[in-house]
């Protein structure tokens, strides 16, 4: 009993630095931010955030690991064969978990983020659902292939930002139809000859 507690007040301590840190870097970048400000802002002493991080640095770390572990686990739960018959359920799940994470994925897609998350998830969305694709990429000349898998990963971080701006209005179904909607649109689109 009393570890279940336990473990409730560590996530809640945690949350609570992770949203201060979301807000603090709306305005800042992460290197500019403090371990007294953040805590401050949380109304935590520094002493609690040092039991969870070594630095803000560390504490963007941990955050980025949990939200790309989320991104696999999400990404997983689907085979490639129910990537290609199906993909709004699986852009479904992911617009669910940006929603869900929506005051830290937005800014570390933003101006003040990381790039190197951004990347990861670009990795990510490339490995596993323009890799379930091999027929779309495989119909034309090979070097074009890559081009298509570059638009299509960075219009996936473009619709995140594009929400994010837009207040997130639409519903994670709507963007998954019409994230959807543009990858079939764009696998009819003729490549250069």
Known sequence: MGERKEDRRVGRTRRQLRHGLAQLMKIKRVQDITVRELTDLC??????????????????????????SDFERVLNQFSSEEVVEHPGQLFTQIFELIRDNG?????????????????????LVR???????????AAG????????????????VGLFDTWFEK??????????QLAEGMVLLSTRISRPK
Not at 52 to 60: C, L, R
Not at 127 to 137: H, K, L, Q
Not at 141 to 156: D, L, T, W
């Open 127 to 137: 490995d596993r659902c323009v890799a379930s694709w091999p027929e779309i990429f």
């Open 167 to 176: 207040g997130m209005a639409e519903t994670p179904e709507q963007m998954a």
């Open 141 to 156: 000349p090979v070097q074009y292939s890559e081009y298509f898998s570059g638009f299509i990963v960075s219009g996936f």
């Open 43 to 68: 109304d935590l002493n520094r002493g609690t955030f040092y039991i969870h991080y070594k630095d803000v640095f560390d504490m963007v770390d941990a955050v980025e690991n949990e939200l790309i």
């Open 103 to 123: 005051d830290i994925v937005s800014v570390l897609v933003g101006p003040n983020g990381d790039l190197k998350f951004i990347n990861q998830v670009k990795q």
